[in-house]
């Protein structure tokens, strides 16, 4: 499960990362959006992982 939220959350910085660098100028409101989605990520895997489906 760890490996699966590792391996997602790589992919959401490397897209955020790729986003931010694009921007000019740089804009602030892609962190909370990051973060919503790490956390929407790590509350999907926990949420299947108490269900039994992982």
Do not use: E
């Amino acid at each position: 499960m760890w490996t699966r939220f590792l391996v997602l959350s790589v992919g959401v910085a490397a897209v955020v990362g790729s986003y931010w660098n694009a921007a000019d100028p740089p804009t602030p409101w892609i962190f909370p959006l990051a973060l919503g989605g790490l956390l929407f990520i790590l509350g999907t895997l926990l949420w299947k992982r108490r269900a039994g489906k992982i």
